[in-house]
């Protein structure tokens, strides 16, 4: 039992910094499409190295490593969605973001100190979070996405983008998401 925890425990940390060195060297520009390409990645590096190794020696039973492979999986896909993709596309991490930042600079804003006042925490996510980047961003990804196109400097939403919001509909009502 010691030797298959053990096991279990080289997979899933294994799994975890071939994930993490696979973020520093890929270049793909759009953090969650680039997170499921290095997933996906990963599960066939790994599939690849045990087949291999497994002809050599076989140091792990094939359900086993199937269940550890699995559970790393799932464990750092989970973490993924959870963190960095929601820190990567959250409007409240820009928001305390920008109060650090003011915070730190140690500035004064009418009668905010080391603070903004709601006018002006507003004012900080439209033109700093919207304009500057949000709107980009997102445009950006959906045409990557196939979920909207450009005809005479004008976003259309696709018939993919239309078939996505139905299936967000759907989710939303199981959820019972406002």
Not at 64 to 76: D, E, M, R
Request: proline share 1%; with cysteine; glycine share 2%.
């Amino acid at each position: 039992m010691k030797k298959l925890i053990f096991q279990y425990l080289v997979i899933i940390s294994l799994f975890s910094l071939t994930t993490l060195l696979f973020f520093h060297l890929m270049p793909i520009k759009i953090f969650f499409y680039k997170g499921l390409f290095i997933y996906a990645l990963t599960l066939l590096v790994f599939s690849f190295i045990f087949i291999l190794s497994s002809r050599i020696k076989k140091w792990i039973k094939t359900e086993s490593f199937i269940a550890a492979l699995s559970l790393a999986f799932s464990l750092n896909f989970a973490f993924f969605i959870i963190f960095p993709v929601t820190f990567e596309r959250s409007v409240t991490m820009y928001f305390l973001n920008q109060l650090e930042k003011v915070k730190k600079e140690n500035k004064s804003y009418s009668t905010c100190t080391n603070g903004l006042s709601f006018k002006q925490a507003e004012q900080s996510l439209i033109e700093g979070y919207i304009k500057g980047k949000a709107v980009k961003k997102r445009v950006e990804e959906q045409k990557a996405a196939k979920t909207l196109d450009f005809k005479n400097d004008c976003i259309f939403i696709t018939s993919r983008g239309e078939r996505f919001l139905k299936f967000s509909e759907f989710i939303k009502t199981i959820y019972n998401i406002q």
